[in-house]
C-alpha cells in the first residue's frame, strides 16, 4: 500500500504565506513525478505544480512566482511553499504521486486525503 499524508494547510490572512509538506510511504519501488494541485468548491481539480526525479518543475502559468515547489527524492516528500496569497487560492491541495509500487510493473497515480487551505480577512 502507498500513502501520501500532506500537512500544512489552515486560514492565513491574504497576503501572507503558506508551507505545505507532502509525505510518500509504503512499498514505493520508484517515484516519479510529485506535485500539488488543487480543488475550490464547485470546481474542478487543476494543477499547480509539479516535480519530476530529475528536478524539473512545471508551474500553473497563473501561480508562477508566487508558488515555488521543492521536492527531496531520497526522503520521497514535496513541499509547496506559497506566498502573497489571495482569497482565490482557498481550495482543497491534493498531493500527488506517480509511483511504481511493491509487485506492480507500471506507475500509477495516487492521492493524499487533501488539505484544506483558506486565504481570508
Known amino acids: 500500500q502507498v500513502q501520501l499524508v500532506e500537512s500544512g494547510g489552515g486560514l492565513v490572512l491574504p497576503g501572507g504565506s503558506l508551507r505545505l509538506s507532502c509525505a510518500a510511504s509504503g512499498n514505493i519501488v520508484s517515484l516519479a513525478t510529485m506535485g500539488w494541485y488543487r480543488q475550490a468548491p464547485g470546481k474542478q481539480r487543476d494543477m499547480v505544480a509539479t516535480?519530476?526525479?530529475?528536478?524539473?518543475?512545471n508551474y500553473a502559468d497563473a501561480l508562477k512566482g508566487r508558488f515555488t515547489i521543492s521536492r527531496d527524492s531520497m526522503l520521497n516528500t514535496v513541499t509547496l511553499e506559497m506566498t502573497s496569497l489571495k482569497p482565490e487560492d482557498t481550495a482543497v491541495y491534493y498531493c500527488?504521486?506517480?509511483?511504481?509500487?511493491?509487485?506492480?510493473?507500471?506507475?500509477?497515480?495516487?492521492w493524499g486525503q487533501g488539505t484544506q487551505v483558506t486565504v481570508s480577512s
Open positions: 516535480a519530476t526525479s530529475g528536478g524539473a518543475t
Open positions: 500527488y504521486g506517480r509511483i511504481r509500487a511493491g509487485t506492480d510493473i507500471s506507475f500509477k497515480g495516487y
